[in-house]
C-alpha cells in the first residue's frame, strides 16, 4: 500500500528551537520606545521571565528545549505528517500534496508548542499568575491548559466577537480553570477608553493586547504571555518545521512550496524558518504566508514601525502593519484578525524571500470542506487558508502538468468552529475585503519614528 501517515519516534523531538535570526541577511531592527530610541532588554522584566527576554533578543542559531517541556511535548509530538492523497485524486493533479496535522494537541491547535515552555520559564522565576489575550480561543486555550500544568493562574481577554461565536473554546478555558473576559471590558483602562468610543466594539486583538499588558505592568504578581508575533513565539513553534524536515527525509522527498496561514506570525513561521535555512543556503523552496482579505496585513499594510496593541503600551516593532487602530470585520478566522505581523516574517516578506496572498474568506470555507470530505479532517478556519492556497498551488500543476510537491501546516481543527461552518453551509458566510480609504486612515496614525541605521 501506498504510505499516508509519515511518523516519528518520541526520541525524534527536536531537542533544540531553530532561531531563524542567525540565517538572515540583515539583523532584525530594534524595539524602540515611544521616543524613537532602542528599548533596553532589562526593560521587558516588568512583564516577562529572564529566559523569554534572552530568547527574544537571541542570535544563537539553536536554542535547547529544556527537557520538562520536551517531557510534555510527548503527551502530543511528534505529529504526523500525512500524504494527502485521496485530496489529490480529487482534484485530478500530478502534484503531491502533503501536510503536517497540528491539531492532536490537547488544545487541537499548534499553540500549546508555546504556551508550554512559557508557562515553563514563568514558573523557574517564580511567576504565578499570567494575563494574555486570545482571538478565536486556540491561544487562550494552549496558555489555560500549560498554566494548569504549571500551577500559574491564567486571566484571557478573549475579542468579543470571538467570545460570542465561540461559547466552547472560552468552555475550554474555564475548565482549564482560566478566567475568561470579554474584551474590550470596563476592567482595564484601555478597555473603558475603546468602551467609551465604541460601546457596541466588536474587538480586536490589539486591544484585547492592550488590555492583557496593562494588567501584567500594573500587577506586581501578574506576567504577560503572547500567542504569537513576537520572536521567542515563533521561535518555540519551529519544532513544527523540524519534525516535517525529518519526515520529508523518511519520505524520500523534499517541497518545492510551503505553505500556512499567518496572523501573527506564530504558524507560518512555525512550520516556514526551519525551511528558510535551506532556501538560505541556496535551496529553491517557496514560503508563502496566507492571509485573510479582509485582514490583508502583509499584502496592503506599510512596512513601519507601529506597536502591538491599540492603546500603545507594547514597545514599537518594525513590522507590516494596517495601523493599530485597525479593527478588521468579524470574520470567524478570529485567529487571524491582527493589525500587525511578527517582525521576523514581516523583514523577510519586506526583502523578498517569502511570499504572501490573501483570499476571501468564502474560498477558504468551500477549500476547508473538500479537505474535510476527502482526508476526513475538519480544519479550522484560520487553516482553511492554508488548504486553499494548497489546493490552488494543486490545481496551477494540473494545468501546466508539473508534479510539484507541496506542503501546508494544518494547524489545528474545527471542531469547535462549527457555528462557521453552519454560516456557510447556509449562505449566510459572506465575502468582506476592507477598503482602501478604512486602511489609509489607520495607517495616517502610525508613530512618526525610523529605524536605527535603515
Given at each position: 500500500m501506498s504510505q499516508v501517515k509519515i511518523l516519528l519516534d518520541e526520541a525524534e523531538i527536536p531537542a533544540n528551537w531553530y532561531n531563524v535570526v542567525a540565517d538572515m541577511p540583515k539583523a532584525p531592527a530594534p524595539l524602540l520606545g515611544g521616543d524613537g530610541k532602542p528599548v533596553n532588554p532589562e526593560s521587558l522584566a516588568a512583564i516577562f521571565p529572564p529566559a523569554i527576554i534572552e530568547q527574544e533578543i537571541s542570535r544563537e542559531r539553536w536554542i535547547p528545549i529544556p527537557e520538562p517541556v520536551r517531557e510534555i511535548y510527548r503527551q502530543w509530538r511528534p505529529t504526523p505528517m500525512f500524504r494527502a492523497r485521496r485530496l489529490e485524486a480529487a482534484l485530478g493533479t500530478p502534484a503531491k500534496i502533503y501536510y503536517k496535522y497540528e491539531g492532536g494537541s490537547p488544545a487541537g491547535s499548534h499553540k500549546p508548542n508555546t504556551s508550554v515552555p512559557q508557562a515553563y520559564y514563568n514558573r523557574q522565576a517564580g511567576v504565578r499568575r499570567i494575563a494574555t489575550e486570545t482571538g478565536a480561543g486556540q491561544w487562550g486555550s494552549a496558555l489555560a491548559m500549560a498554566g494548569q500544568m504549571f500551577g500559574i493562574e491564567v486571566r484571557v481577554y478573549m475579542v468579543r466577537v470571538s467570545y460570542e461565536q465561540k461559547p466552547f473554546r472560552r468552555s475550554m478555558m474555564e475548565a482549564w480553570g482560566a478566567e475568561v473576559i470579554a474584551s474590550p471590558s470596563p476592567r482595564t483602562n484601555s478597555g473603558r477608553h475603546i468602551l467609551a468610543q465604541h460601546p457596541d466594539s466588536t474587538g480586536s486583538l490589539g486591544i484585547a493586547i492592550s488590555e492583557a499588558v496593562e494588567e501584567a505592568a500594573t500587577r506586581a504578581d501578574t506576567n504577560y504571555a503572547l500567542g504569537s508575533v513576537l520572536n521567542h513565539v515563533l521561535l518555540h513553534q519551529t519544532v513544527i518545521g523540524l519534525e516535517a524536515k525529518k519526515q520529508f527525509e523518511k519520505a524520500g522527498d523534499y517541497p518545492d512550496v510551503i505553505i500556512a496561514c499567518c496572523g501573527g506570525g506564530s504558524n507560518f513561521g512555525g512550520v516556514a524558518f526551519p525551511f528558510f535555512a535551506d532556501k538560505a543556503a541556496g535551496k529553491n523552496v517557496r514560503l508563502i504566508a496566507v492571509e485573510p482579505e479582509s485582514c490583508p496585513t502583509l499584502t496592503r499594510g506599510h512596512y513601519a514601525y507601529d506597536?502591538?496593541?491599540?492603546?500603545?503600551?507594547?514597545?514599537?516593532?518594525?513590522?507590516?502593519?494596517?495601523?493599530?487602530?485597525?479593527?478588521?470585520?468579524s470574520i470567524h478566522a478570529g485567529g487571524l484578525r491582527y493589525h500587525g505581523d511578527s517582525p521576523l516574517v514581516s523583514q523577510l516578506h519586506h526583502e523578498g524571500l517569502v511570499e504572501a496572498i490573501a483570499v476571501p474568506q468564502r474560498a477558504t470555507f468551500q477549500a476547508g470542506l473538500m479537505f474535510s470530505r476527502t482526508e476526513g479532517i475538519i480544519p479550522a478556519p484560520e487553516s482553511n487558508h492554508a488548504v486553499r492556497v494548497a489546493i490552488d498551488e494543486a490545481l496551477a500543476c494540473k494545468r501546466s502538468g508539473e508534479g510539484k510537491t507541496i506542503f501546508f501546516n494544518l494547524s489545528g481543527h474545527g471542531n469547535f468552529d462549527m457555528a462557521a461552518y453552519d454560516s456557510f453551509l447556509s449562505g449566510k458566510l459572506e465575502d468582506s475585503s476592507y477598503p482602501a480609504h478604512a486602511i489609509e486612515e489607520a495607517l495616517a496614525e502610525l508613530p512618526k519614528v525610523k529605524a536605527p541605521g535603515r
Open positions: 506597536s502591538g496593541d491599540t492603546a500603545g503600551l507594547t514597545p514599537l516593532m518594525l513590522m507590516y502593519t494596517l495601523g493599530r487602530n485597525f479593527v478588521p470585520p
